[in-house]
Each structure stands twice: as C-alpha cells, then as structure tokens.
C-alpha cells in the first residue's frame, strides 16, 4: 500500500511563505505524476499544482501562478510545494496526491491520498 505523508503546514500571516513536503512510500512506487490540492471549508477541493515525475513538467493553477511553486525530489520519493506571498484566501486543508497514471495534470484523476496538513494564513 503507498502511503503519502503531507508536513510543513501552519499558521503565517499575510504574504508570508511556507514550504509543505510529501514523503511517498510503501512497496516500491514511482509515481507517474504527483500534486498538492486543497479543500477549504465549505468550498471544493481545488487542485493547487501537479508535476509529471519523469520530466518535472507541472501545472499550476491560476489562482496561485507565480506565487506558488511545485518541485519533486525522484530520490526521495518526495514532493514540495513552496508557497509565497500568502493570502487568508489560501487558508485551506492542503492533500498531497499520486497518480500511477495520469494523462492530463489539469484534470486527471489521483490514486492515492496524503491525509491533509492545514494552513492557516491570518491578516
């Protein structure tokens, strides 16, 4: 069973920066594709970023482009998600996931699910 386990999350105020990693592991997985969504109350969940683990092609939603920033580490079997200039608008639980296979980062589905860090952005 692949498990995949989201730190990093917290508090930080307006415009501050965090950094959230996920560690992959469980049977010997390599991961097509992996990416970080988040769920705030009351909303969907949003897919945040998305990167292809064979290039590190990614994908980025609009409404963190430029601001945030997704990056993979293949010997490690870890995933990064660097975020800067934080808005209480981007106050969520944040799921790291993983994907065996996965055809297009925008939209395909995920296989396996980290359990959730959450970040609290304050003003």
């Known amino acids: 069973q692949v498990q995949l386990v989201e730190s990093g999350g917290g508090l930080v105020q307006a415009g501050g920066s965090l950094r959230l990693s996920c560690a992959a592991s469980?049977?010997?997985?390599?991961?097509?594709?992996m990416g970080w969504f988040r769920q705030a109350p009351g909303k969907e969940r949003e897919r945040v970023a998305a990167?292809?683990?064979?290039?590190?092609?990614?994908y980025d939603a609009e409404s963190v482009k430029g601001r945030f920033s997704i990056s993979r580490d293949n010997a490690k079997n870890t995933v990064s998600l660097q975020m800067n200039s934080l808005k209480p608008e981007d106050t969520a639980i944040y799921y790291c996931?993983?994907?065996?296979?996965?055809?297009?980062?925008?939209?395909?589905?995920?296989?396996?699910w980290g359990k959730g860090t959450l970040v609290t952005v304050f003003s």
């Open positions: 990167i292809r683990w064979s290039d590190g092609y990614t």
């Open positions: 996931a993983a994907a065996t296979m996965i055809i297009d980062l925008a939209r395909g589905p995920m296989d396996f």
């Open positions: 469980g049977r010997t997985f390599v991961p097509y594709a």
